[in-house]
T-cell receptor, first 115, second 116 residues
Framework: AQSVSQHNHHVILSEAASLELGCNYSYGGTVNLFWYVQYPGQHLQLLLKYFSGDPLVKGIKGFEAEFIKSKFSFNLRKPSVQWSDTAEYFCAVNARGSTLGRLYFGRGTQLTVWP | DAGVTQSPTHLIKTRGQHVTLRCSPISGHKSVSWYQQVLGQGPQFIFQYYEKEERGRGNFPDRFSARQFPNYSSELNVNALLLGDSALYLC???????????????FGPGTRLTVL
C-alpha cells in the first residue's frame, strides 16, 4: 500500500527565512506527486504537482519542489517565507496510470510564520 | 465558474444517528471523491465515483455509503454514527477517474461533522 510521511509536524519561522518541508513516500510503482495548502478557514488548494519531466517543479506563490526518485522524496521549498504563508501543507501521491485517482496524503505540516 | 460546493457547512449529530452530506462538482467534472480529515491528520480516501459508478473504496466500514446522481452531484451517507466519525468531510471533483496528468482533483470547503 502507498504511504506518505511528512516528518515536520509544526514548523515556526520568521519572515524572510527559508523553508524546506520534507515528504517521503512508499510505493512500488510510478507516482504523481502533489503539494496542497490549506490556509486558515479555506479549502485545500493545489500548490504544485509533478507528473514527469524536470524533477524541479515550480508552483504558485514562489514555492518549488524537487522530486528525488532514489530517495522517494518530494520536498517543498521556498527561499523567503511571508506571514501570509502561514497554513497547513500536505504532501500527496497517487498512482500514475491507475484508473483510480485516489490520493494518499501525509499527516500535514503546520507552518507558522512570525512577522 | 463555481468551485466544488458542499452542504451543510457544519453539522452536529448524536451517536447512533444517520447523516447525509452533499457535494456538487465543478461543471463538466464527472468524478467525485470523498475524503475524511480527522483533526491533526491528512485526508483519508473514502470513495470515488465516476459516471455514477463506484470506482474505489477506502478502508471504511459499511456504515459509510455514497452515490452519484445523473447530474454528477454526490451524497455521502453515514449510518449509526460513532464519536470517532467526527471529522471534516471533503469532496473533490475531477474531470475523469484515474491518475492522469490532466486529472487534477479540486477540493470543496468541507462539511464539519461533530458527533456527540
Amino acid at each position: 500500500a502507498q504511504s506518505v510521511s511528512q516528518h515536520n509536524h509544526h514548523v515556526i519561522l520568521s519572515e524572510a527565512a527559508s523553508l524546506e518541508l520534507g515528504c517521503n513516500y512508499s510505493y512500488g510503482g510510478t507516482v504523481n506527486l502533489f503539494w496542497y495548502v490549506q490556509y486558515p478557514g479555506q479549502h485545500l488548494q493545489l500548490l504544485l504537482k509533478y507528473f514527469s519531466g524536470d524533477p524541479l517543479v515550480k508552483g504558485i506563490k514562489g514555492f518549488e519542489a524537487e522530486f528525488i526518485k532514489s530517495k522517494f522524496s518530494f520536498n517543498l521549498r521556498k527561499p523567503s517565507v511571508q506571514w501570509s504563508d502561514t497554513a497547513e501543507y500536505f504532501c500527496a501521491v497517487n498512482a500514475r496510470g491507475s484508473t483510480l485517482g485516489r490520493l494518499y496524503f501525509g499527516r500535514g505540516t503546520q507552518l507558522t510564520v512570525w512577522p | 465558474d463555481a468551485g466544488v460546493t458542499q452542504s451543510p457547512t457544519h453539522l452536529i449529530k448524536t451517536r447512533g444517528q444517520h447523516v447525509t452530506l452533499r457535494c456538487s462538482p465543478i461543471s463538466g467534472h464527472k468524478s467525485v471523491s470523498w475524503y475524511q480529515q480527522v483533526l491533526g491528520q491528512g485526508p483519508q480516501f473514502i470513495f470515488q465515483y465516476y459516471e455514477k459508478e463506484e470506482r474505489g473504496r477506502g478502508n471504511f466500514p459499511d456504515r459509510f455509503s455514497a452515490r452519484q446522481f445523473p447530474n454528477y452531484s454526490s451524497e455521502l451517507n453515514v449510518n449509526a454514527l460513532l464519536l470517532g466519525d467526527s471529522a471534516l468531510y471533503l469532496c473533490a471533483s475531477s474531470p475523469a477517474s484515474g491518475g492522469g496528468p490532466y486529472n487534477e482533483q479540486f477540493f470543496g470547503p468541507g462539511t464539519r461533522l461533530t458527533v456527540l
